[in-house]
């Protein structure tokens, strides 16, 4: 039960700007309730987890503009960025303790600044909410293709967080054994469903990366029964696994390849260079598919993902 705001207590069929603020009280995070007729289900739309990710936070303020309250069936929470000390930063954690939000769920009152949040946006949004988006876009450094995760598994919670990653539009669906600390691993054993997904990079916010967040939110209250969307059909997703590519030396990154590429196991894929310009590393593919996720951030460190791989999976 959220203890700053009581969603009880707001007017129905109206739109209710709020701000939740951190227990340090050094940070704000301003959200938006829109609320139909009646306060229930509740979607909890969420973004910026990671200060660097940008296409989420904008579609969010956008969208949470434009509901029309009265056509709601049901609630709405937004959050367009979960983690302002990261945003402010342009970090993917925060500066305070360098800790990852996305890493840190359930959380803790009493851990450090990062743990702290996560508990807080544990209780105050999400386990209030009866299915949540979670919006991401890779970090400033890659791009990549559009893709939805949805947790590997056979709960209920499960089940229905990978129908609904199905109906998004997204052309890749991955499943996963998410790693602790992913919000997702924190609300599926309460029952409510989750959706993580990809869109955009490389620090930017695009025409293209709105559009297509702004149908995805839609897609998903729509599948849930909040509001009413009629949008053209989509293609049947594809089911990936990944392969990563990491940098074993520092240098210079230089990629023959681009996102959406189809590749072969060894093909060569770039390599590394030293400050001299000597070549230290070649790269090939680990295995045959699409480039899924690229590096753009050129000055690289040992250990440095440089390329992702989608394969299909059976």
Known sequence: ?????????????????????????????????????????????????????????????????????????????????????????????????????NRSFPGSAAGGPTEQLAHLLLGEFALVSHCILSLHGWSKEASLLPYAEYALGDTPAMNASREAARVLGFRYLHPYHWPDGVLGNAVLPHGIPIVETEVGGNGTITPEGQAFYHETILRFLAHFGLVEFHSQPIQAPIVVDHSDLFAEHAGLFRSTVEPGDAVVAGQHVGTISGLDGLVIQTLHAPRSGIVAILRRLASVQPNDRLLQIFWETA
């Not at 979607?43 to 904008?58: C, N, Q, R, T």
């Open 1 to 101: 039960m959220s203890s700053q705001w009581q969603l009880e207590e707001l007017v129905r069929c109206r739109r209710h700007s709020l701000v939740l603020t951190t227990s340090d009280g050094l940070s704000k995070i301003p959200f938006t309730v829109v609320v139909g007729a009646v306060p229930t289900p509740v979607a909890l739309v969420i973004a910026g987890a990671h200060g660097d990710e940008y296409e989420g936070p904008a579609a969010i303020q956008d969208l949470s503009s434009e509901l029309d309250p009265c056509t709601v069936k049901g609630a709405v929470i937004f959050v367009p960025v979960a983690n302002p000390a990261a945003f402010a930063a342009a970090s993917r954690r925060h500066p305070a303790d360098n800790g990852d939000l």
